[in-house]
C-alpha cells in the first residue's frame, strides 16, 4: 500500500467524521423546521452560521466538535497531500510505490547486492578510521602566522626573521 492510498482513506474517514457531526447538528436543525435541516446538510457554511449563532441547546458540543474536526482534518490532508492523490486518481499509483532493492542496485550498477543484502549487521564489516592526530593551536607564539595574529590584536606585524616590521 503506498502514501496515495492511505491519504485517500485518511481524506475519507475525515468526510465521514465531518457528516457524522453535521447529521448531529442538523438534528437539532430539522427539530426547527425541514428547511433549515436542509440547509445544515447541504451547505457547509449555513452549518457554520447554524451551529454557533442560532443553536442553543445543551449537547451541542459533540457533534459541532466533530464536524469542525473533520472538515479541517480533511482540507488539510487533502491540500497538503494533493499530488499522490492526484496521481492515485489518474491511475498513476504505481509510480509511488517504493523500488525494490534489487531494482535500486540495477539503475545504480552495484553487482551482488542480494548477497550483501542477506547478511547479518553483525557479520559486516566496519571500516577502521586512522586516529587523527590532535590540531596545534595557533595563538600567535609559534610564528607561523604571526601577521595575521598581529594585525588582528593591533600589533605590527614581524618579518621573517622576528624582527618588526613598519605597520602599514
Known amino acids: 500500500m503506498n502514501v496515495g492510498y492511505l491519504t485517500i482513506g485518511l481524506v475519507i474517514l475525515g468526510l465521514v467524521v465531518c457528516g457524522i457531526g453535521a447529521f448531529g447538528i442538523a438534528k437539532y436543525a430539522f427539530r426547527i423546521s425541514s428547511g433549515k435541516g436542509a440547509a445544515v446538510l447541504l451547505f457547509p457554511p449555513y452549518t457554520f452560521y447554524f451551529s454557533f449563532y442560532e443553536l442553543q441547546e445543551e449537547g451541542k458540543e459533540t457533534p459541532i466538535a466533530l464536524w469542525i474536526s473533520g472538515m479541517v482534518?480533511?482540507?488539510?490532508?487533502?491540500?497538503?497531500?494533493?499530488?499522490?492523490?492526484?496521481?492515485?486518481?489518474?491511475?498513476?499509483?504505481?509510480?509511488l510505490d517504493p523500488a525494490s532493492a534489487e531494482d535500486v542496485a540495477k539503475e545504480f550498477g552495484a553487482k551482488e547486492v542480494s548477497a550483501e543484502l542477506s547478511k547479518p549487521i553483525a557479520d559486516l564489516e566496519v571500516p577502521v578510521v586512522p586516529e587523527v592526530p590532535a590540531a596545534a593551536t595557533n595563538n600567535g607564539t609559534n610564528n607561523t602566522n604571526g601577521s595575521t595574529n598581529g594585525m588582528t590584536n593591533g600589533i605590527a606585524p614581524t618579518a621573517t626573521n622576528g624582527s618588526p616590521t613598519p605597520a602599514p
Not at 482534518?73 to 509510480?95: D, E, H, K, S
Open 73 to 95: 482534518v480533511t482540507i488539510i490532508i487533502a491540500a497538503a497531500f494533493w499530488q499522490p492523490i492526484n496521481m492515485v486518481l489518474n491511475g498513476q499509483a504505481a509510480m
